[in-house]
Every structure is written in structure tokens, then in C-alpha cells.
């Protein structure tokens, strides 16, 4: 039986990528705690927490990894008919803990969620300090559709999203890849394939390459375009 490596709280030192697991996939050690300092080790090195209620925190790295790259962003012709119709209000780090606790009701088919408590205090910690970002679809004043994630050098790493009206999640990250895009993020991590995300550009490279495109640790931050999510998207390339 394999031993995971124990993470010690707030420690930065995971292991090597190539001691993640195969089966499951990606999984790379067990342990340590969700504090800032611990999840930004984490994302710096392409790793993520991952854990169901009861279970000690796992944390993950799979390959291959699904990522989008700002400039192969694909809207189809029926998404852009709802983008310029404007029938939502797009706002970005205004209802952030709201959004991951609509993030956490469960799906159609699921049973519970990850999302737990313990996630939503440690992300909005994150949030606070500035590294973790949401946003929110507005239909007739009521939240239809959102998302977040963390950013960090020019990586935005995306975490969960929801929609209570058709089309709300897709606005949402049209929004915030063409914000991204213009202001300088070159890469935004979905981490595992999904047809949803699939269909709008998203890609499956080996975690060599993924991890290949991670910023360095020194590498500053970009600044976050708040206002830009929140305006009409840029131009990007439609498909039937």
C-alpha cells in the first residue's frame, strides 16, 4: 500500500509532482490545514485541496489537467445572443461567501458536497487577504449564476461555479476569461475535464505542461480587473 505524505500545518513543503498518485488520480498527500499560508503553497505548485466531510484534508494534482488559455475562448452563436442581449448584471467580489454556499447545494444525482463549512471560512480568509475572487450573474436582482476561484501570478485557478437560470455560469466565466485575457492572465486552471467547460475552449494538457506554465514563486501579482468583468465581454471567437 502506498503511504501518502502528511502535511504539517501551514507547512509549504509538498511533495514533488511525481510522487502524486495514479490512482486515484493525482492525488499527492493528505493532512496540513486550510490556512492561507498552506493553500497559497498549495496553488503556487499547481496543487489543490479536495476532501469530503469526515475525511482528513486530501490534496490533489491530476494529469492530465484541464486548463483554458484566454485567447482559444469559444462563445457559441446561441451564447452570444444572450451576451448581447444583457439580460444579466455581472458584478465581481460583491457576494463572495454567497457564492460558495450556492456553490455547495448539491447537484442533481450528488448526495453531499466538498464545499464544506471548514472550505467556505478558509476561502473566504483567502478572499479577505485579496487572493481568492468571485463572480456573481444577476437576473431581476437575485443572484441566477457565479463562480470563484484564486488568482495568483498570471494563473487564475478555478474552483466551483453554479446557475439557476440557464446560461448564468456561462456568462459568468465568459466575463471573467475576457477580463482575464485583457489584462495579462495567460492560463486558468479548470482542473478536470468537464463537458461544460470543454465546450467553451477548455483543454486537457499533461501536468508536465501544466506545471511547466505555473509563475514563478517571485512573480507578482496582476492586478485584479474588477471593473473589467463586470463590462460587456471582449470579442472572442464564435462557433455553431
Same mark, same amino acid.
Given at each position: 500500500?502506498?503511504?501518502?505524505?502528511?502535511?504539517?500545518?501551514?507547512a509549504?513543503?509538498f511533495?514533488?509532482?511525481?510522487?502524486a498518485?495514479?490512482?486515484?488520480?493525482?492525488?499527492?498527500?493528505?493532512?496540513?490545514?486550510?490556512s #492561507?499560508?498552506? *493553500?497559497? $503553497?498549495?496553488y +503556487?505548485? @499547481?496543487?489543490?485541496?479536495?476532501?469530503?466531510e469526515?475525511?482528513p %484534508?486530501?490534496?490533489?494534482?491530476?494529469?492530465?489537467?484541464?486548463?483554458?488559455?484566454?485567447?482559444?475562448?469559444?462563445?457559441?452563436?446561441?451564447?452570444?445572443?444572450?451576451?448581447r442581449q444583457?439580460?444579466?448584471?455581472?458584478?465581481?467580489?460583491t457576494?463572495?461567501?454567497? #457564492?460558495?454556499? *450556492?456553490? $455547495?447545494?448539491? +447537484?442533481? @444525482?450528488?448526495?453531499?458536497?466538498?464545499i464544506?463549512?471548514?472550505? %467556505?471560512?478558509a476561502?473566504?480568509?483567502?478572499?479577505?487577504?485579496g487572493?481568492?475572487?468571485?463572480?456573481?450573474?444577476?437576473?431581476?436582482g437575485?443572484?441566477?449564476?457565479?463562480?470563484?476561484g484564486?488568482?495568483?501570478?498570471?494563473?487564475?485557478?478555478?474552483?466551483?461555479?453554479?446557475?439557476?437560470?440557464?446560461?448564468?455560469?456561462?456568462?459568468?466565466?465568459?466575463?471573467?476569461?475576457?477580463?482575464?485575457?485583457?489584462?495579462?492572465f495567460?492560463?486558468?486552471?479548470?482542473?478536470?475535464?468537464?463537458?461544460h467547460?470543454?465546450?467553451?475552449?477548455?483543454?486537457?494538457?499533461?501536468?508536465?505542461?501544466?506545471?511547466?506554465?505555473?509563475?514563478?514563486?517571485?512573480?507578482?501579482?496582476?492586478?485584479?480587473?474588477?471593473?473589467?468583468?463586470?463590462?460587456t465581454?471582449?470579442?472572442?471567437?464564435?462557433?455553431?
Amino acid at each position: 500500500m502506498t503511504m501518502l505524505p502528511w502535511m504539517d500545518p501551514g507547512a509549504e513543503n509538498f511533495p514533488p509532482s511525481s510522487r502524486a498518485l495514479d490512482e486515484p488520480n493525482g492525488l499527492i498527500a493528505a493532512g496540513g490545514d486550510l490556512s #492561507v499560508r498552506q *493553500l497559497l $503553497a498549495a496553488y +503556487r505548485r @499547481g496543487i489543490f485541496p479536495w476532501y469530503s466531510e469526515g475525511q482528513p %484534508i486530501l490534496w490533489w494534482t491530476p494529469s492530465p489537467r484541464l486548463v483554458l488559455f484566454p485567447e482559444q475562448l469559444h462563445i457559441s452563436r446561441s451564447l452570444a445572443k444572450v451576451l448581447r442581449q444583457k439580460t444579466f448584471r455581472v458584478t465581481c467580489d460583491t457576494a463572495f461567501e454567497t #457564492v460558495m454556499g *450556492l456553490c $455547495a447545494e448539491p +447537484r442533481p @444525482g450528488q448526495d453531499g458536497t466538498w464545499i464544506s463549512e471548514e472550505m %467556505i471560512a478558509a476561502y473566504s480568509r483567502l478572499h479577505a487577504a485579496g487572493h481568492a475572487h468571485s463572480v456573481e450573474v444577476w437576473l431581476d436582482g437575485e443572484l441566477a449564476g457565479g463562480l470563484y476561484g484564486v488568482a495568483i501570478g498570471s494563473v487564475f485557478y478555478g474552483e466551483s461555479m453554479f446557475s439557476r437560470a440557464s446560461n448564468a455560469s456561462k456568462v459568468a466565466f465568459v466575463h471573467l476569461i475576457s477580463a482575464l485575457g485583457r489584462t495579462g492572465f495567460h492560463m486558468i486552471d479548470c482542473q478536470v475535464y468537464t463537458q461544460h467547460l470543454a465546450s467553451l475552449g477548455a483543454v486537457e494538457i499533461p501536468r508536465t505542461e501544466f506545471e511547466r506554465r505555473l509563475p514563478s514563486p517571485a512573480a507578482e501579482p496582476l492586478p485584479w480587473p474588477a471593473t473589467l468583468i463586470s463590462q460587456t465581454p471582449f470579442e472572442a471567437s464564435i462557433r455553431d
